[in-house]
């Protein structure tokens, strides 16, 4: 029995040696990747700025509209294709 508790200790002991390595690994790569969320955070943060503030973005293009005609177009050129590949992407999701 005395045997038998001091391999139980011996492995209880080694895995909480492998755990807190595990846990500064961790650790490590979670600190390698704090500027990515960090900015991924600030995008959806200000996205979810605009969806909460329409008439501010909508002023914004119909001011971007005013100075810069066909740039403006270019733009929703490329949002309407964002949006197609969206819809068609969820859609394909969706089967």
């Known amino acids: 029995m005395n045997q038998r508790l001091l391999a139980i200790e011996a492995k209880r ?3 909480l ?3 807190a390595r595990e846990r500064e690994d961790v650790a490590q790569t979670l600190q390698s990747l704090s500027r990515p969320i960090g ?3 600030r995008c959806i943060a200000a ?3 605009a969806v909460a503030h329409p008439p501010l ?3 914004a293009v119909l ?3 005013l100075f810069r005609p066909g740039r403006t177009l270019r733009w929703a ?3 309407f294709g964002m949006w197609q590949g969206y819809r ?3 859609h394909k999701g969706a089967r």
């Open 13 to 15: 002991a080694r895995l």
């Open 63 to 65: 001011v971007f509209a």
């Open 88 to 90: 068609w992407l969820t």
């Open 57 to 59: 973005v909508a002023g």
């Open 77 to 79: 050129r490329r949002a």
């Open 47 to 49: 996205l979810r700025y």
């Open 39 to 41: 900015f991924i955070d």
């Open 17 to 19: 040696e492998r755990a």
